[in-house]
């Protein structure tokens, strides 16, 4: 992977696919790098188990179902 820009197409000049692009501005050696690791790290953390997740029900209310009023500059319309 290098820092140069690529404007052609969707390869890097080595014939490798290009997994990081810089759109605008010039990254570091550094920062991509720190971009990098946090990619493969991400990439590489086991998913979760389908009965553990944090949120299992939806956290929506029904309008029906709410206790009256709000005025409009209350935080919960």
Do not use: C, F, I
């Amino acid at each position: 992977m290098s820092a140069e820009p690529n404007h052609g197409g969707a390869r890097a000049a080595g014939g490798d696919p290009q997994l990081v692009r810089v759109e605008k501005g010039q990254a570091s050696v550094e920062e991509l790098a720190a971009v990098t690791a946090l990619l493969v790290a991400r990439a590489a953390r086991r998913p979760e188990e389908p009965g553990q997740s944090a949120r299992s029900t939806a956290v929506w209310r029904r309008l029906e179902r709410s206790g009256g009023y709000r005025p409009p500059h209350s935080w919960q319309g």
